[in-house]
């Protein structure tokens, strides 16, 4: 089992940056793939980006491709979320996500795939 915390939420103009935060409760590297989803008021929840167990392979959501960028640290069992040049319709709950899975280059794009999820961080961008 693992618990997530998402952090690194804010208010930011558009064509602004912002890194997420999700720290997990344990060594999730080689572990666990995880995952970034978001859910704008009135709109279903939607994958945004996921990487796998070793970190070797990523996919994005083609609405923040080339924008947003997936990565995780070992070292303090963390998962990040760089997102740039940033636009109104990003606003949404961000929420990251784990699966345990012994496959190490393995990633999920649906959220019936992930086990454990966080509770969520606001992200509002202005026009």
């Known amino acids: 089992q693992v618990q997530l915390e998402e952090s690194g939420g804010g208010l930011v103009q558009a064509g602004g940056s912002l890194r997420l935060s999700c720290a997990a409760s344990?060594?999730?590297?080689?572990?666990?793939?995880m995952g970034w989803f978001r859910q704008a008021p009135g709109k279903e929840r939607e994958f945004v980006a996921g990487?796998?167990?070793?970190?070797?392979?990523?996919r994005y959501a083609d609405s923040v491709k080339g924008r947003f960028t997936i990565s995780q640290n070992n070292a303090n069992n963390a998962m990040y979320l760089q997102m740039i040049s940033l636009k109104p319709e990003d606003t949404a709950v961000y929420s990251c996500?784990?699966?345990?899975?012994?496959?190490?280059?393995?990633?999920?794009?649906?959220?019936?795939?992930?086990?454990?999820w966080g509770q969520g961080t606001q992200v509002t961008v202005s026009s």
């Open positions: 990487i796998s167990s070793s970190g070797s392979s990523t």
């Open positions: 344990r060594r999730t590297v080689g572990n666990y793939a």
């Open positions: 996500a784990a699966n345990p899975t012994s496959l190490r280059t393995t990633l999920f794009v649906t959220a019936q795939q992930y086990a454990y």
